[in-house]
């Protein structure tokens, strides 16, 4: 686990997903379970220093805060220990997901994707940009029950 955890500690993250499971793979590759590593410490500053004053996470750092980022990243620094849900900084990453919730309940998120596949309607709502607010609803779903 040793090599892993190293492996991942160099790993230069770019988007905040990348960010995000950098977190979660030195938190699993921790040699003991809720150990909290220099690694550990500096990847959950990193996340937390990318909230936006929207209270919001971006996917990247040319977009506007979303539901997929967001619960993401909050499940990431909660797994990890680095933040417990009633912090400050937790606080407003869930206001931001009660503020951008649709009336059906969902998350909606825009594509990013090249549409190369056809385009298979699954029922979730959304049409095209289903697949990504799925994800998004069931990040921001864990996020707010943890």
């Known amino acids: 686990m040793r090599g892993a955890a190293a492996w991942i500690a160099a790993a230069r993250p770019v988007t905040t997903e990348d960010r995000a499971f950098q977190l979660l793979g030195l938190t699993w590759t921790a040699e003991k379970p809720g ?6 410490l500096a990847a959950g500053a990193a996340l937390i220093a990318l909230q936006g004053s929207d209270g ?3 996917q990247l750092p040319t977009l506007a805060s979303d539901a997929y980022a967001t619960g993401q990243v909050l499940m990431a620094l909660k ?3 680095i933040l ?5 900084v937790y606080q407003r990453g869930v206001q931001f997901l009660l ?4 009336t059906n309940g969902a998350w909606y998120v825009r594509s990013r994707a090249i549409p190369l596949q056809p385009y ?3 029922g979730f709502p959304y049409g095209p940009d289903q697949f990504i607010s799925a994800a998004a ?9 943890n």
Do not use: C, H, I
């Open 79 to 81: 797994t990890a220990g």
């Open 84 to 88: 417990s849900s009633n912090q400050a």
């Open 56 to 58: 919001g996470w971006a």
């Open 137 to 145: 609803t069931n990040w921001a779903v864990m996020a707010l029950t």
């Open 35 to 40: 150990q909290k590593t220099q690694s550990m």
């Open 99 to 102: 503020r951008t919730q649709s």
């Open 120 to 122: 298979f309607d699954s």
